[in-house]
C-alpha cells in the first residue's frame, strides 16, 4: 500500500515546471589519497553502484492517478536502476572550479524524473587539486533540505579506515531501528475534534497577531517585502556560486557585537543584498525580508523522509547604510521570531505553517507569483552541519555547498552549511533574471570585512 503524502510533500510536486524543478541538493569536494591506483575514480564509482538493495527512501517513486496530483503515494519502485541514478562524469581539462559550478549549474536546472524515485547523483573526477566532486539532488517531496544534508551526511565515515555502506544502500534499511512508541495515551474522537480546534484557533491567532504588526518595525511576516529584482518571473536556467568562509573568523566577529554565528551570516547577506542591488541601481527603500526555514526534527529522524521544517520572515535591513544599525536590526527581527516560536506548541506551528504555505504553493500553481507583491524576498537558510571530519570510502570530505531552489517570483537563493572550522555558502539563481550572481561571493566578504572593521 501506498505512504501518502502530507499536504506540505504534496504541494511541492504540484508547484514543479519546467522552469522550477522542486529539487534540492549538494555538492561535496573529496580529495583522492595519496598514492591512490590508476583506476581509483572507477573504483569510487563502483563502490556506489555495487549495492545490495536499495533502503528508504532512495527506492520510493510516486504513485498517482490525478494531475494535481493530491493522491500521490510512495510505493517502492520494484525495478530501480542504480545506473540510472548513479552517474559518472569528468571535467574538461583544467578542471577548474569555475568548470565545476557550470556543470552543477545545468545538472541542478534539469528536472527529475518523476516515473522513478526522485534523486540523482553524480560522481564528477577530473577537478584540479587532486581532487573528486560528488553532487546529489533530491525531490524536495522525497525530503526537505535540512534532513537531506543531515541524511547523506550522517552515512559518512568519521575515519579513513571506515568502509561503510552508501547512503542509498538497503544495508542501512537492515541497520535501522524501529522508532519507540512515545507511549502517549489514545486520544477520542470528541478530544481530538477539540484538541484540533484548539490549534486552528491558536495557529491562525499567531498569524493574525503578526499581520498586525507595525509595517515599519523589524518583526516581520508575509506580504511585507518590497517588490525587487528577486521577485520576477524565472526561467529555467540556473547559476550557482559557491565559497567557503572561516568559521572562527565569523565567531570572532559575532563575539566583538555581541550576536551570534546565525546574527553575522544574516548580516553578511543583507550587506550582499544591499550591494548587489546597489549595482543593478534597485535599491528599495524598504527592507528586502528574508524567508528562514527552521527544522522541527532532530538529525536521526531525517531517513523518515518527507518535510518537517516551519517558515518565518526576518528583516534584513537593506535600507541601512551603518553596518552596525543594520546588524542590529536583524538581531531584533531575530529576537522576536525565536520569542514567538518559543511560545508555540508543535501542534500551533503545523498550523501556522500551513497557513503561511499555502498562498505560496497557489501563487506557484495558478501563476500569479512574480506578477503580484511578494510574500517575501528571498529564501535564506543555515544548516548545522559536522564538526568532524567525514570520509567516502576512505577519501576525505574538504568541503560542502548546498544547492537549493527557486521559485517563480523568487529568484534567489541562499544557503549555508557549517562543516568542521568553515561556513560552506551555496548561492542559486535565475541566470537569466540576475545577472552576474557570482558577484555576490565578493559582497559577503566585503560585508563581513566591514563588520570586523567596527568597533
Known sequence: MAKKLSIMDSGWLMMETRETPMHVGGLALFAIPEEAPADYMESIY??????????????????????????????????????????????????RVRELL???????????????????????????????????KMHHSMVDGVAGMYLMQSRLATSAQDR?????????????????????????????????????????????????????????????????????????????????WSLPRIKAAAKQHGGTVNDIFLAMCGGALRRYLLSQDSLPDDPLVAQVPVALRSADQAADGGNAITTVQVSLGTHIDDPLARLDAIQDSMKGVKSRLGDMQKAEIDVYTLLTNVPLSLGQVTGLSGRVSPMF???????????????????????????SLVLQGYALNITVVSYKDSLEFGVIGCRDTLPHIQRFLDYFEASLAELESQA
Request: with cysteine.
Open 377 to 403: 524576498n528571498l529564501v535564506i537558510s543555515n544548516v548545522p552541519g559536522p564538526k568532524e571530519t567525514l570520509y567516502l570510502n576512505g577519501a576525505e570530505m574538504l568541503a560542502t555547498y548546498p544547492v
Open 102 to 136: 557550470a556543470l552543477v549549474s545545468r545538472l541542478h536546472a534539469q528536472r527529475l524524473d518523476p516515473g522513478r524515485p526522485l534523486w540523482e547523483s553524480y560522481l564528477i573526477e577530473g577537478l584540479e587539486g587532486n581532487r573528486f566532486a560528488l553532487y546529489t
Open 46 to 95: 563502483r563502490y556506489l553502484v555495487d549495492v545490495e538493495g536499495i533502503c528508504r527512501p532512495f527506492n520510493q517513486k510516486i504513485q498517482s492517478h490525478l494531475p494535481l496530483r493530491m493522491d500521490a503515494g510512495w510505493v517502492e519502485d520494484t525495478s530501480f536502476d542504480i545506473d540510472y541514478h548513479v552517474r559518472h562524469s569528468a571535467l574538461p581539462r583544467p578542471g
Open 164 to 244: 561503510l555502506p552508501v547512503p542509498w544502500s538497503g544495508k542501512w534499511e537492515a541497520g535501522r531501528k524501529p522508532r519507540k512508541s512515545s507511549g502517549a495515551p489514545a486520544v477520542s474522537g470528541v478530544s481530538g475534534m477539540k484538541n484540533t480546534v484548539n490549534n486552528l484557533r491558536r495557529g491562525s491567532g499567531q498569524l493574525v497577531d503578526l499581520l498586525r504588526q507595525p509595517r515599519d518595525g523589524n518583526v516581520k511576516t508575509i506580504y511585507r517585502a518590497p517588490k525587487t529584482q528577486l521577485n520576477r518571473r524565472v526561467t529555467g536556467a540556473r547559476r550557482f556560486a559557491a565559497q567557503s
